[in-house]
């Protein structure tokens, strides 16, 4: 069996990643709303990462070839192109090639443990990667946040923003993505491998 | 009327995200949407572009009002009206033609795989969105969950109840959905053809010309007033 994209498998890429994007779009959206600015930029990316698992998980054992993670990086870069935040799809797709190389050798995305650690540090470097502009162009960044952020949110942006923050961002994002993927191989092997989908 | 070639739309999506990140001020992307508001016109989307005037206003003002009451909300809402203008000019893409759509990235040479997942990525959210609201109808029809805060007393298995039925769906879909292209020969390595007339025209140039030129004349425009 080649490790290149087939039609059915770039096909099935594409609609879980869809799948992923929705999920995405309505966490962000529930924790935006309901939690408090701290629980939102604290573990925004982790509950992500939690509620996508079970949807990488399926996806990533039913295709199994090199490129499923970079096509995950991808869809998620061009989403936030939409929302106006076209940096993160450079930052996205830099994410892509990391975890693919990560991924090198035979049979990776079979191996669970391998497929773990992928998916963990793709949702790492998504959180560490939102907070890119603020060390990189960071006056810029703000000053085109001015209009859309209350002087009180701009602060708190700048807040979670720092080197230690990210690096809480991070182990929560870690937690949370272990538990998604533990779930996510539970319901792979209790659901899917049963009915014989995978 | 004949409608503008998919890559118009491209180019001016790219040139509208451009001026999106250097636009700064509220006023410019008011000045923004109303040039994206006349782009849909001129493609032939004109009665779609009312209602997304409507929602922006609409999202400012609520924007307006919670920003007193709760700053996050102003935050939130704010993200989502500005991102308003982008869709508007990606709305084009979004509503043509498939077929039309690859055929004409075909001729850019946009290579086949990237083409398929954007169709997908395109047609295939109304698609989660209805399988999303069936698997709620579906466990509200068995009595799970009979009202919203039942779920609350048990969050494990309402995870467990709507992410497999959407995971075994996806996956249904995605082996219909991957039988179906490989009998149309998607998967075929000749080049495509298409029935429709697709060709760049002077209406295209026109429409990237004007668009490109009422973005700089809303930057310069604003940029004096406020000055």
């Known amino acids: ?198 | 009327m004949e409608k503008l070639d998919i890559r118009t739309h491209l180019i001016v999506l790219i040139s509208a995200t451009l001026f999106w990140f250097v636009f700064q001020s509220n006023a410019e992307i008011h000045g923004l949407v109303v040039l994206c508001a006349l782009y849909m016109c001129v493609a032939g989307y004109w009665e779609k572009a009312p209602g997304f005037i409507m929602t922006y206003i609409i999202m400012l003002l609520l924007a307006y009002l919670t920003a007193p009451i709760m700053g996050i909300m102003y935050v939130v809402i704010c993200t989502f009206a500005r991102a308003i203008p982008l869709t508007m000019v990606a709305a084009p893409i979004l509503y043509a033609n498939p077929s039309r759509m690859m055929y004409s990235f075909q001729r850019i040479h946009v290579p086949k795989n990237v083409l398929v997942m954007l169709c997908i990525l395109i047609r295939f959210f109304p698609v989660i969105e209805k399988e999303m609201l069936s698997i709620r109808n579906g466990i509200r029809a068995r009595g799970i969950f009979p009202t919203w805060w039942s779920i609350l007393k048990n969050p494990i298995m309402a995870y467990e109840c709507f992410f497999v039925p959407l995971t075994v769906r996806c996956l249904k879909l995605s082996t219909e959905l991957g039988a179906s292209a490989e009998l149309r020969g998607l998967d075929s390595s000749n080049p495509r053809s298409c029935i429709y007339n697709i060709g760049f025209t002077y209406k295209d140039i026109l429409a990237i010309l004007g668009f490109v030129l009422g973005c700089i004349g809303v930057m310069l425009g604003v940029r004096t007033w406020l000055s």
């Open chain 1, 1 to 198: 069996m080649g490790n290149k994209l087939k039609m059915k498998d770039i096909i099935t890429l594409a609609i879980f990643n869809v799948a992923i994007l929705v999920v995405m779009v309505v966490v962000k959206m529930v924790i935006m709303m309901v939690a408090t600015p701290a629980f939102n930029y604290l573990a925004y990316v982790g509950v992500m990462a939690l509620f996508c698992a079970p949807l990488y998980v399926v996806m990533s054992n039913k295709v199994a070839k090199t490129g499923t993670l970079f096509v995950t990086a991808l869809f998620s870069g061009l989403m936030m192109l939409l929302f106006g935040s076209g940096w993160f799809l450079i930052v996205e797709l830099i994410v892509g090639v990391i975890c693919e190389l990560l991924m090198l050798g035979e049979n990776t995305y079979k191996n669970p443990i391998r497929n773990g650690i992928g998916y963990i540090v793709y949702w790492v470097l998504y959180a560490v990667g939102s907070a890119i502009p603020l060390y990189l162009f960071k006056d810029q960044y703000l000053a085109s946040l001015a209009d859309s952020y209350t002087e009180e949110g701009l602060e708190t942006l700048v807040y979670y923003g720092s080197p230690a923050m990210v690096a809480l961002i991070s182990v929560i994002t870690i937690v949370f993505a272990i538990v998604g993927y533990l779930i996510g191989c539970y319901f792979l092997k209790k659901h899917i491998k049963k009915a014989k989908l995978v």
